[in-house]
């Protein structure tokens, strides 16, 4: 099973681009990944991880991970439903209050929280497929 990589995430990304095929940029916000998440769906991709996987909200850090696969050249509704249920989510937390203006020292802590996050899903992923 070939798996797919969206990331905004330097650390994510330089760990992972040799195992996986990743889409990647530095200057996607979290609501693009969840965008290109949810156009690579109707391509007929489907998710492998929660897009609001983790416990920070989307109105608090700028970094987000994704890891989806291509069975068929079909649409998976349940990724679907799962991809737009999480941007109608993560467009309300955003408008509500933007994401601060956080220290080096902060961004680089939300950043391994979500390389932790996605490590645990590569990992676990690796025992079963």
């Known amino acids: 099973m070939k798996k797919v990589l969206i990331t905004n995430n330097l650390k994510v990304f ?23 998440t949810r156009n690579k769906i109707h391509e007929g991709y489907r998710l492998l991880t929660h897009p609001l996987s983790g416990s920070v909200k989307p109105n608090e850090t700028p970094f987000k991970s994704v890891i989806m696969t291509k069975k068929k050249n079909e649409l998976h509704i349940k990724s679907l439903e799962i991809i737009e249920e999480s941007i109608q989510t993560a467009e309300k937390f ?24 996605i490590k645990s899903a590569i990992e676990s992923m690796d025992q079963f497929f």
């Open 14 to 36: 330089e760990e992972n681009k040799e195992k996986m095929d990743i889409i990647y940029s530095k200057d996607y916000t979290y609501l693009d990944v969840l965008i290109i």
């Open 94 to 117: 955003i408008k509500g209050k933007k994401i601060p203006l956080w220290t080096e020292k902060i961004l680089e802590d939300f950043k391994l929280i979500d390389y932790c996050l």
